[in-house]
C-alpha cells in the first residue's frame, strides 16, 4: 500500500545551523510532495511544494529536492531560527496525499 | 474568517455513543479531505471528495465511520458506536485542485475524546 517514511523522527540543532529532513515513499505515481509545518497545538500549514516535473525549488532559507528515480525527497532548512522549531510532515501523493510520521526541530538558541 | 472552519472544536463522549462532525471548507474549494492525527503522528487519511462526490476512502477506515458531502459544501463525518480508540484529533482540509493534488488547507480540528 502507500506509504510515507521520514527521517528523523526528532532533529536537534544550533541557531543558524542547516536542517535537512528526509523522506521516502512507495506509491511510483505521486506527483505532488508538500511540506507541512505544524506548531503545537495549531493546524498544518503547507510551507513549501514540489512536483515531479522538477527536482529542485526553493523559496527563501527553504528548499525541497526531489529524487523520482529513487523515490526520496527532503527539505532543507538553512540559517535556522527559534522560530523554525515545530513538527515538520512530508507528504505525497497525487490525487490526495499521504503524510509521514513527523520530524520534530528543535532550533537552540 | 474565511478558513477552513470545524464544528465542535472538543467533544467528549461515551463509548458506543454516535458522534457527528461538521466541516467547512473555503468557499471556492472544489476538493475536501479528511484526516485522524493521533499525538505524535501525522494526519492519517480517512476519505476525500471531489464537489459531492466522495473519491476515496481509506481501506483501513471502519465501516463505523461515514461522511458525506451533500451539496459539494460542508461536509459532516459521523462515527457509529465510538470506542476509546476513535479518541484522536479529527481535521479537515480543502483544495481547489484541477488534474491532481494541490495545497490544502486545514481546519482547527475536532478533538474527539471517547470515555
Known amino acids: 500500500g502507500e506509504n510515507v517514511e521520514q527521517h528523523p523522527s526528532t532533529l536537534s540543532v544550533q541557531e543558524g545551523d542547516s536542517a535537512v529532513i528526509k523522506c521516502t515513499y512507495s506509491?511510483?505515481?505521486?506527483?505532488?510532495f508538500p511540506w507541512y509545518k505544524q506548531e503545537l497545538g495549531k493546524r498544518p500549514q503547507l510551507i513549501i511544494d514540489?512536483?515531479?516535473?522538477?527536482g529542485e525549488k526553493k523559496d527563501q532559507r527553504i528548499a525541497v529536492t526531489l529524487n523520482k528515480t529513487a523515490k526520496h525527497f527532503s527539505l532543507h532548512i538553512t540559517e535556522t531560527q527559534p522560530e523554525d522549531s515545530a513538527v515538520y510532515f512530508c507528504a505525497a501523493g497525487y490525487d490526495k496525499v499521504i503524510f509521514g510520521p513527523g520530524t520534530s526541530l528543535s532550533v537552540i538558541p | 474568517d474565511t478558513g477552513v472552519s470545524q464544528d465542535p472544536r472538543h467533544k467528549i463522549t461515551k463509548r458506543g455513543q454516535n458522534v457527528t462532525f461538521r466541516c467547512d471548507p473555503i468557499s471556492e474549494h472544489n476538493r475536501l479531505y479528511w484526516y485522524r492525527q493521533t499525538l505524535g503522528q501525522g494526519p492519517e487519511f480517512l476519505t476525500y471528495?471531489?464537489?459531492?462526490?466522495?473519491?476515496?476512502k481509506s481501506r483501513l477506515l471502519s465501516d463505523r465511520f461515514s461522511a458525506e458531502r451533500p451539496k459539494g459544501s460542508f461536509s459532516t463525518l459521523e462515527i457509529q458506536r465510538t470506542e476509546q480508540g476513535d479518541s484522536a484529533m479529527y481535521l479537515c482540509?480543502?483544495?481547489?485542485?484541477?488534474?491532481?493534488?494541490?495545497?490544502?488547507?486545514f481546519g482547527p480540528g475536532t478533538r474527539l475524546t471517547v470515555t
Open positions: 506509491d511510483s505515481a505521486s506527483n505532488y
Open positions: 514540489i512536483r515531479s516535473n522538477v
Open positions: 482540509a480543502s483544495s481547489l485542485a484541477g488534474t491532481g493534488a494541490s495545497e490544502q488547507y
Open positions: 471528495f471531489q464537489n459531492e462526490a466522495q473519491l476515496e
